[in-house]
Each structure stands twice: as C-alpha cells, then as structure tokens.
C-alpha cells in the first residue's frame, strides 16, 4: 500500500525484501528517504539506519523505521541508531505523506553537501590495509 502510494506521489520507489540486498542497491538507488522495517531479514533495520547515519556519503538520507503489533519497533534502538522518524503498521496514507514529504525535501538539501567520491562498502566489506597498501 505504502509504495503504491508513494508512487502516485510522485516518488520513485524501489523495493528491497532483505537487509543484504539494501547494502548491495545503496550506490545504484542513492536514496534520500529509507523506509526500512526494523525487523528485516539479514540484517535489520537498526543496522542499515546505523550505517547510513555514519556514512559521510549516505546519511543526508533520511530513514524512517516501521513495524507492526507483532514486531514493533523499539523506539530506543531507532532514536540511538539515528532514526528520523518511526512509523507503525497499518499507518493512514496521510501520515506517511506528512513525514515522508519534509524529509524528502531536507535530504535534497543535505545531498548538495555530501563529500566527493565513491560510497563506501557494506559494513564487512571495507578494504583492509596491510603494510600501508589498501587490499580489496
């Protein structure tokens, strides 16, 4: 429902089923807001709000964490990994609007100051360096 709405908004929507595969799209997508279920498979929402949030190169994107009844989303975890937002399952199509829309908006702006160069790699990915040398 969230993305057809988002959709007839306007908004490009790309959905992912998986935490791995959000690290594997992040470079190609580039997004500026992550609707992220904190309870994902592989890795969880927390995870992926806490990477973007530290990554010079990603975290003018803004996230927003969902959850349900049955898995809620602990609102401590969220505000420490670096959450903009929550919201819980079933929501209304007015209020993901009115929290998506302003985001969307300062991540635009915040985008515009991000450093120059490639992202950087998935957590557990990142180059390794021996004896001054960076290894792949």
Same mark, same amino acid.
């Given at each position: 429902?969230?993305?057809?709405?988002?959709?007839?908004?306007?908004?490009?929507?790309?959905?992912?089923?998986?935490?791995?595969?959000?690290?594997?799209?992040?470079?190609?997508?580039?997004?500026?807001?992550?609707?992220?279920?904190?309870?994902?498979?592989?890795? &969880?929402?927390?995870?992926?709000?806490?990477?973007?949030? &530290? &990554? &010079?190169?990603?975290? #003018?994107?803004?996230?927003?964490?969902?959850?349900?009844?049955?898995?809620?989303?602990?609102?401590?975890?969220?505000?420490?990994?670096?959450?903009?937002?929550?919201? #819980?399952?079933?929501?209304?199509?007015?209020?993901?609007?009115?929290?998506?829309?302003?985001?969307?908006?300062?991540?635009?702006?915040?985008?515009?100051?991000?450093?120059?160069?490639?992202?950087?790699?998935?957590?557990?990915?990142?180059?390794?360096?021996?004896?001054?040398?960076?290894?792949?």
């Amino acid at each position: 429902m969230g993305e057809r709405l988002l959709r007839d908004e306007g908004y490009e929507v790309v959905t992912i089923t998986d935490g791995d595969t959000v690290f594997v799209r992040l470079p190609d997508v580039d997004p500026d807001v992550l609707i992220l279920d904190a309870n994902l498979p592989l890795r &969880s929402g927390y995870e992926i709000t806490r990477f973007v949030k &530290s &990554s &010079s190169f990603y975290r #003018h994107a803004a996230v927003l964490l969902t959850g349900s009844v049955a898995e809620p989303v602990d609102e401590s975890l969220a505000r420490e990994a670096g959450a903009d937002g929550m919201i #819980h399952k079933p929501f209304e199509a007015k209020a993901l609007l009115t929290l998506v829309g302003p985001l969307a908006k300062k991540s635009e702006e915040l985008r515009e100051l991000r450093p120059a160069g490639p992202p950087p790699p998935p957590p557990g990915e990142e180059p390794k360096v021996v004896k001054g040398a960076v290894a792949a």
